[in-house]
């Protein structure tokens, strides 16, 4: 029996250090403004701001949007990156004149109207050498792409755009829906740090659709998803990067030179704790004559620290090449590092062209491709997974290969060969931690099969992906997850189906004493992994993604009636129908009954996972 789960997670020592320094550090001089809810009252704090030597915070109203409706500057940028204006905001001025600028959103948005006749602009400039902390805000709307310049001066960073030496820092805030000719959603030219943040659903019609960050820049238990570009449609980082228990999904390259859809890094690069996945560049129909390819993520490393890619999982990505991990040189002598990573479910679209030559050396791998082109980088892999990629899973011939590594169809140097049943790999999902992981199904062959508990260069690792401790066996798994004794989320292997016609609200409060109503309705469980692996199902808990406004719920039957679940909790499902034995085996299903109390009768938001263990 495996040691159950012991929660500890942590991050690692100095960048951790930076990270609550950069998020906490305030003069005790600092300024106070409070901002009611109304743009006249944000444009003039910032404007004090901007005039004070002193630190500024600027206290938002809570939960309000300031509109903005016209361009409030164009301030020429001085720098000679062709930037200037429409700013929707007073640009944030240099911190050696007006002192550092912190803006507490307090749930409040910004953004740019939508309404018909309002003229192009950009939310935010930081102007060179200024500094800016935002927390808890959202900034939406930016629009650059003014039809009578054909795309021209105005086009980089619709919701911030960043000068050189400056230093900005997001703090659980969104960027998103922001539209540019590049850059739709951040163009970073000095340090930037991302926690706790989303950047979402922007656009660069050229490139650069969520985030350019051409400074050294930390993203940490951060997202950058759904965003759209024609190339590096999520994340361009050409500085040093640092990505720690953070998502960059869904994003597309669309066009005819559709590229890096996912991130393209170059520097020192150090990703650790991290899922990219789901991200796609559009197909071509000659994808030889163009330059495209790439849909997960392009590493092109520096010389001197190795970089690093350790706990991540890299999966279901999809390109015309390259479609997993692809790393490359521009003549730089480098070595790249990836330390129990899981590449699995790439796919290439250029499988469909297997008469044309490779592009730039290139074969169709759609796992791990180094290939015989880039000479210069070395990769060692080590105690990690590269499966089920389509066509195949390898072009790495400057790979070495430590510990134990495996791979499904023999393709990649030095791994061990084995078979998609032996690896016994879930589907991508919610296992617990900040990130979604493959978990390692009972009888996996990779269970406890690491030859020790280290990176390449000897350094320990004490957690898998989620920050599960290593090992919870004799040894620690191969790849990102760790298997161990704790509740997984089951989705994947159960269908959850509201049964039609109960939904309605009770005429009873019984154990919703002190709420306005009772919503009862009721859903079938049913173990559906007979249609993939069949796999009997234990302890079965319903956990709570999303419950607005303020409710709470119970299941019938519980054995803790009286005791209420929200956000982030969960419940153990009761024993009864085919689950009264405490095992849910294939095909078998039990009806639920769920019990919502409601703060008042208003419509509401309810999402749950399934949570268990599988034998």
């Known amino acids: 029996m495996k040691k159950g789960r012991r929660n500890c997670i942590s991050l690692a020592g100095a960048v951790a250090s930076a990270i609550a320094l950069s998020a906490t550090s305030l ?20 404007n004090t701001a901007n005039n004070s030597p002193e630190d500024s915070v600027l206290e938002l109203a809570t939960s309000c949007t300031y509109t903005l409706t016209d361009v409030n500057n164009t301030l020429v940028d001085p720098s000679g990156l062709g930037v200037d204006g429409p700013n929707g905001l007073p640009a944030i001025l240099r911190s050696s004149t007006s002192g550092k600028l912190t803006i507490n959103g307090h749930g409040s948005t910004i953004a740019r109207s939508s309404a018909d006749g309002i003229p192009p602009f950009r939310i935010l400039f930081l102007a060179r050498e200024s500094d800016l902390t935002m927390r808890d805000l959202t900034l939406e709307g930016g629009y650059l792409l003014d039809p009578e310049a054909a795309g021209g001066v105005y086009e980089d960073g619709a919701g911030v755009f960043t000068d050189e030496n400056t230093h900005l820092t997001l703090q659980r805030c969104a960027v998103r829906n922001n539209d540019a000719y590049t850059s739709g959603g951040i163009a970073s030219h000095g340090t930037l740090a991302l926690l706790d943040s989303k950047i979402e659903n922007n656009s660069g019609r050229n490139a650069n659709g969520g985030l350019r960050a051409d400074g050294s820049i930390l993203i940490s238990n951060s997202s950058i998803s759904h965003n759209r570009a024609g190339a590096d449609a999520g994340l361009f980082a050409g500085g040093d990067v640092y990505i720690t228990k953070s998502q960059i999904v869904g994003n597309m390259a669309l066009g005819p030179y559709a590229s890096y859809a996912g991130a393209e890094l170059i520097g020192t690069i150090k990703i650790e704790d991290s899922t990219i996945a789901g991200n796609t560049a559009e197909e071509q129909e000659d994808p030889v004559r163009c330059y495209c390819g790439i849909g ?5 490393p520096s010389s001197g620290s190795p970089s690093s890619i350790t706990n991540t999982t890299i999966s279901g990505n999809s390109a015309p090449l390259a ?21 699995v479910g ?13 592009y730039l050396g290139v074969s169709t791998a759609a796992g791990l491709v180094t290939g015989n082109y880039f000479t210069n980088v070395t990769v060692i892999t080590k105690n990690s997974i590269v499966a089920m990629n389509t066509p195949s899973n390898c072009d790495a011939t400057q790979t070495g290969s430590l510990g134990v590594n495996l791979d499904s169809d023999g393709s990649c ?12 790999l879930a589907p991508l999902a919610n296992n617990g931690g900040p990130t979604e992981t493959h978990s390692l199904l009972p009888g996996s062959i990779a269970i406890d099969a690491a030859a020790d508990c280290t990176t390449v260069d000897g350094k320990a690792i004490t957690t898998d992906q989620r920050g599960v401790i290593r090992p919870q066996g004799k040894a620690c798994d191969v790849g990102a997850f760790e298997r161990g004794d704790e509740l997984y989320v089951v989705n994947n292997l159960v269908s959850f189906n509201v049964v039609p016609g109960t939904a309605k609200l009770a005429n009873d409060l019984v154990g919703c004493s002190g709420f306005a109503k009772k919503y009862r309705f009721s859903a079938l469980l049913t173990n559906s992994s007979y249609t993939s692996t069949p796999t009997t199902l234990t302890n079965l808990a319903m956990q709570v993604r999303k419950l607005s406004g303020g409710n709470k719920l119970f299941l019938d039957g519980s054995a803790t009636l009286g005791t209420l679940y929200g956000e982030g909790e969960h419940t153990a499902l009761p024993l009864a129908g085919g689950y009264a034995d405490g095992q849910l085996a294939p095909r078998e299903n039990e009806t639920v009954g769920v019990n919502v109390c409601l703060a008042k009768v208003a419509p509401f938001q309810l999402l749950v996972d399934v949570l268990g263990k599988t034998q």
Do not use: M
């Not at 997960?296 to 092109?300: C, D, F, P, T, W």
């Not at 003549?331 to 990573?341: I, P, Q, R």
């Not at 140097?413 to 016994?424: D, M, Y």
């Open 346 to 358: 790439n796919k290439n679209t250029l499988a469909k062209y297997p008469t044309q030559p490779p």
């Open 296 to 300: 997960g993520v392009g590493i092109n």
């Open 413 to 424: 140097p030095g791994f061990a060969h084995t078979t998609v049943e032996a690896l016994r």
């Open 323 to 343: 479609a997993g991990l692809l790393i490359v040189d521009n003549g730089d002598v480098a070595t790249v590092t990836l330390n129990n990573v899981t590449i």
């Open 27 to 46: 003069a005790v001089s600092a300024e106070v403004i409070n901002v009611p809810c109304n743009v006249s009252k944000i444009v003039n704090a910032i």
